[in-house]
């Protein structure tokens, strides 16, 4: 249902839905020990997330039923 780029990144996360309708759905950043790190709404068929802040590691972004790993550099 979606696309990230990208991956790995060091910034911002470009999350590209397949879906339009897909607006104001609760997006998840993961670590890996299974914590929320980062919370945040999608707004339309292309939702920026800065994960800037997070430091360096491989976690999850969980959105609409799907999840796809990412690296954070």
Known sequence: ???LSPNPTSGNLQVDFFNDELNNEDINIVD???R???KQRTTGAKT???VS???AGIYLLRC???TINF???
């Open 48 to 50: 920026t997330v800065d």
């Open 64 to 66: 609409a039923g799907k």
């Open 71 to 73: 690296m954070k550099e």
């Open 32 to 34: 890996v020990l299974g």
């Open 53 to 55: 802040a997070l430091p």
């Open 36 to 38: 929320v790190v980062l």
């Open 1 to 3: 249902q979606f696309t």
